[in-house]
C-alpha cells in the first residue's frame, strides 16, 4: 500500500472495519511511514475528543427555549415553536456542531502545526527507521569511539561529543552524517542485540535543557540542549534505553545541561 491508499482506509483502519489482509497491509505501511502514522494519531485523537462528556452540556429549560426562539427567528421561521423537545433538538445540534469544529480545529493545528519538538522527533524516527531497514546506519564502521568522532568531524563544521565508552550493554557499530531538522548532524550508532540506538547531534543556540522522553511508534525517544549541542536519541529498545542513553551522554559531560 502507498500513502494515497492508506489516507483512503485510515478513518476504517481507526474503527477496526479492515479486513484483515487490508489491515495488515496497512499496519505494514503505517510502521515505516511518519506521515501516514502521523495522521492516523491525529484521526484517533478526533475521534476520542468527540467522545468527551464535556463536549455535552444540560441545558436550564428557559435557556433552551430562548434559544431555541433566537434560532427560529434567525431563520426567518413564521411561527416559533419553544416546546423543550424542540429545543434540546436545535440545542444538541449546535452543541454537536460546536464540539466539531473545536475537536477538528484542535486535531488538525495539532496535525498541521506540530510543535519544532514534535517534528524533529517524528523526522529523528522516520531517520532512525530508513537508516536501520535500508541498511545504512553507518557510512564509518568501527567501535573505536575517536576514530568515528575523527570521521564526523571531518565531515562537519563541528565536533560531535560523546562518551568513550559504549552505554552498558551496548557496543557502538561507527558514525553517519545524516540531515535532521535543516542541520547537517553527526548520527553515533549503538547496538545492544539487533536493537538500534541512534544519537543525533548538532551545534544548536537554544538554551541548556533537562531532557524529555517519550515513546513514539514502540520507539524510545529522549532529547536535551547542552555544550552547545542538540540531542536526540531514537531506540528500539523503548523509553527505558533512550534515557539510559541520554543519562550516559550527559553524565560524560556530553551535552550537560
Ligand atoms: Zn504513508
Not at 529523528?124 to 553507518?138: I, K, S, T
Amino acid at each position: 500500500m502507498n500513502c494515497n491508499q492508506v489516507r483512503e482506509l485510515i478513518s476504517a483502519y481507526a474503527d477496526g472495519e479492515l479486513d484483515a489482509e487490508q489491515r495488515v497491509a496497512a499496519e505494514a505501511h503505517l510502521r515505516d511511514c511518519a506521515q501516514c502514522s502521523r495522521a492516523l494519531e491525529s484521526l484517533t485523537m478526533l475521534k476520542s475528543a468527540m467522545q468527551d462528556a464535556t463536549l455535552s452540556y444540560n441545558v436550564p429549560g428557559a435557556l433552551q427555549k430562548k434559544i431555541a426562539a433566537l434560532i427560529d427567528k434567525a431563520a426567518g421561521m413564521p411561527k416559533v415553536d419553544t416546546s423543550p423537545r424542540r429545543g434540546i433538538w436545535k440545542y444538541a445540534l449546535l452543541a454537536v456542531a460546536a464540539g466539531l469544529v473545536l475537536a477538528v480545529g484542535v486535531a488538525s493545528y495539532r496535525f498541521i502545526f506540530p510543535s519544532e519538538q514534535q517534528k524533529i522527533e517524528a523526522e529523528a524516527v522516520a531517520d532512525h527507521e530508513q537508516a536501520e531497514y535500508g541498511h545504512r546506519l553507518v557510512d564509518f564502521a568501527s567501535a573505536d569511539m575517536p576514530a568515528v568522532l575523527n570521521h564526523l568531524k571531518a565531515k562537519l563544521n563541528f565536533e560531535p561529543l560523546a562518551p568513550l565508552h559504549a552505554p552498558t550493554g551496548y557496543t557502538l557499530i561507527g558514525g553517519r552524517v545524516d540531515r535532521l531538522a535543516g542541520h547537517a548532524v553527526a548520527v553515533l550508532v549503538y547496538k545492544n542485540g539487533s536493537q538500534v540506538s541512534n544519537i543525533f547531534q548538532w551545534p544548536s543556540a537554544s538554551p541548556p535543557s533537562p531532557g524529555t522522553v517519550h515513546a513514539l511508534k514502540n520507539l524510545g525517544v529522549a532529547s536535551w540542549n547542552g555544550s552547545g549541542r542538540t540531542f536526540y536519541v531514537v531506540s528500539d529498545a523503548g523509553m527505558g534505553a533512550a534515557n539510559a542513553v541520554a543519562a550516559l551522554y550527559v553524565a560524560e559531560g556530553c551535552g550537560t545541561p
